[in-house]
């Protein structure tokens, strides 16, 4: 049984080699005209708020001198990700809503998968980042600005990004070497279960090396996230002011509540068996994490704080003045 398996899966990496696919179908949200009609303008209002607020968070990040601090360095980082993330994704979505133009090259179709994976994955990279930056914060405040220099903030910065990117590549090249019996994409933009799901046969070995590759990435960074706020908690929780205590809490909770959102949908869509056995539940998760999750980000992260706030206030009142 072992050997027809592994001749089967030769097999279709060899057929791959024949394969003529120029273009891909998306099929998308076609079943469902009551939702088509609503999709589009939520999608131009969310694509559009999203690129507004992270640019004008960027921009204040930017201007005050109050937010040059590593936390604020990495958020900027953040507000350009989630730009970018949303960029690859929804505006592609848009234009086939409107046009129902839904074909796509393969050549684009592989392009959006890579850079949506690698976006995804930069992310969890830098949200572990970001966590440990507030473990150290609070955990060890006088050792702070020795542990987090600005040397430190840029390697961790650049170890998000490279480590995003180059953990995509492997499943991105698998992907493009497999054979495929359909051109229809049952989606509404290029990921790995749609993909895997136009597949001749089923290759497990490349099933398993993308969900081996997508829970190394989840599950590393997540535990970084996780010890780094389980000590914040035990430290928050000998803070003899209640003050202090509430705001540190406070804060905790916001990043813990986006980041459980971020992972749990991860988690579903990637490091499950079977992940593309259930491509219309997918739909509905995928619209969550690629359209919601990114428009409320900068608000949990970042404009519910008192800093933030602050300089939001004093740039707002400084273009007045020049108006």
Same mark, same amino acid.
């Given at each position: 049984?072992?050997?027809?398996?592994?001749?089967?899966?030769?097999?279709?990496?060899?057929?791959?080699?024949?394969?003529?696919?120029?273009?891909?179908?998306?099929?998308?949200?076609?079943?469902?005209?009551?939702?088509?009609?609503?999709?589009?303008?939520?999608?131009?209002?969310?694509? *559009?708020?999203?690129?507004?607020?992270?640019?004008?968070?960027?921009?204040?990040?930017?201007?005050?001198?109050?937010?040059?601090?590593?936390?604020?360095?990495?958020?900027?980082?953040?507000?350009?990700?989630?730009?970018?993330?949303?960029?690859?994704?929804?505006?592609?979505?848009?234009?086939?809503?409107?046009?129902?133009?839904?074909?796509?090259?393969?050549?684009?179709?592989?392009?959006?998968?890579?850079?949506?994976? *690698?976006?995804? +994955?930069?992310?969890?990279?830098?949200?572990?980042?970001?966590? /440990?930056?507030?473990?150290?914060?609070?955990?060890?405040?006088?050792?702070?600005?020795?542990?987090?220099?600005?040397?430190?903030?840029?390697?961790?910065?650049?170890?998000?990004?490279?480590?995003?990117?180059? +953990?995509?590549?492997?499943?991105?090249?698998?992907?493009?070497?497999?054979?495929?019996?359909?051109?229809?994409?049952?989606?509404?933009?290029?990921?790995?279960?749609?993909?895997?799901?136009? *597949?001749?046969?089923?290759?497990?070995?490349?099933?398993?090396?993308?969900?081996?590759?997508?829970?190394?990435?989840?599950?590393?960074?997540?535990?970084?996230?996780?010890?780094?706020?389980?000590?914040?908690?035990?430290?928050?929780?000998?803070?003899?002011?209640?003050?202090?205590?509430?705001?540190?809490?406070?804060?905790? +909770?916001?990043?813990?509540?986006?980041?459980?959102? /971020?992972?749990? *949908?991860?988690?579903?869509?990637?490091?499950?068996?079977?992940?593309?056995?259930?491509?219309?539940?997918?739909?509905?998760? +995928?619209?969550? /994490?690629?359209?919601?999750?990114?428009?409320?980000?900068?608000?949990?992260?970042?404009?519910?704080?008192?800093?933030?706030?602050?300089?939001?206030?004093?740039?707002?009142?400084?273009?007045?003045?020049?108006?």
């Amino acid at each position: 049984m072992r050997i027809y398996i592994s001749m089967n899966e030769t097999n279709c990496l060899q057929m791959s080699e024949k394969n003529n696919t120029d273009e891909f179908t998306f099929i998308g949200f076609s079943s469902l005209p009551l939702m088509k009609f609503w999709l589009t303008p939520a999608l131009m209002f969310a694509y *559009s708020f999203t690129i507004i607020e992270n640019i004008f968070l960027i921009t204040l990040v930017r201007v005050d001198n109050s937010l040059q601090t590593p936390k604020y360095f990495f958020l900027e980082h953040f507000s350009f990700l989630e730009c970018c993330y949303t960029t690859v994704i929804i505006p592609k979505t848009l234009y086939n809503l409107i046009t129902n133009m839904t074909t796509v090259r393969f050549s684009t179709c592989i392009l959006q998968l890579y850079l949506f994976l *690698s976006l995804g +994955a930069t992310e969890c990279l830098l949200l572990a980042a970001m966590a /440990y930056d507030r473990y150290i914060a609070i955990c060890y405040p006088l050792h702070y600005s020795v542990m987090i220099s600005h040397h430190m903030c840029l390697l961790l910065v650049c170890f998000s990004w490279l480590g995003g990117f180059l +953990a995509a590549a492997v499943p991105v090249i698998l992907i493009s070497q497999i054979q495929f019996c359909s051109l229809r994409i049952n989606y509404f933009f290029c990921d790995i279960p749609p993909i895997m799901q136009l *597949s001749c046969c089923r290759i497990i070995y490349i099933e398993f090396t993308i969900s081996f590759i997508s829970s190394t990435v989840l599950m590393s960074s997540f535990t970084v996230i996780l010890i780094s706020y389980i000590q914040i908690i035990i430290t928050i929780f000998i803070i003899p002011s209640n003050r202090g205590l509430h705001k540190t809490f406070s804060t905790c +909770a916001s990043h813990l509540a986006v980041v459980s959102i /971020y992972y749990a *949908s991860g988690a579903f869509m990637y490091a499950r068996p079977n992940a593309q056995e259930t491509v219309e539940t997918n739909k509905l998760v +995928a619209l969550f /994490y690629v359209v919601i999750t990114p428009m409320l980000n900068p608000i949990i992260y970042s404009f519910r704080n008192s800093n933030v706030l602050q300089a939001m206030r004093q740039f707002l009142h400084i273009k007045k003045i020049i108006v």
